[in-house]
């Protein structure tokens, strides 16, 4: 008997942009997205703490005008980008809910056991 999957294909690393996010769905009642910085992918739910909105309004655009925070276009949350932990906006100290992701060969992969979940060095 063959073993159960234990991660499923998000996308390319390469499709993220560099210091961008790009918009990840597994279906309509599972929307993600990643954040690309120089060393990591970071996987967030695209559902704000503060009132379960998405949090972006156009396509791909998760990020401040500086680039440097997760913006939730609803109400104006601003998120770090590491932790998902609110800066700024009505619900301080609130977190995003991260997904566990495995990273290998330049693939990107929902890891369906946390457990198993680690990062490898992106691909230059
Ligand atoms: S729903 Fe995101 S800040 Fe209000």
Redesign the pocket.
């Known amino acids: 008997m063959a073993a159960e999957p234990r991660h499923r294909f998000l996308c390319q690393v390469a499709d993220i942009p560099l210091g961008g996010a790009r918009a990840l769905a597994l279906g309509p009642e599972s929307k993600l997205f990643a954040v690309r910085t120089a060393d990591s992918v970071h996987v967030y739910r695209n559902r ?6 998405e ?1 972006n309004w156009l396509p791909d655009r998760f990020l401040d005008h500086s680039g440097r925070y997760i913006h ?6 601003l998120f770090e980008i590491d932790s998902g932990i ?1 800066l700024a ?3 301080p100290g609130a977190r995003l809910e991260r997904v566990a992701v495995l990273e290998r060969g330049g693939k990107l992969y929902l890891a369906l056991d946390a457990g198993a979940a680690r990062r490898e060095p992106l691909s230059p």
Do not use: K, M
Request: charged letters at 0%; a neutral charge.
């Open positions: 704000c703490p503060h009132a379960g909105f949090l939730c276009q609803t109400h104006g949350a609110c906006g009505p619900c």
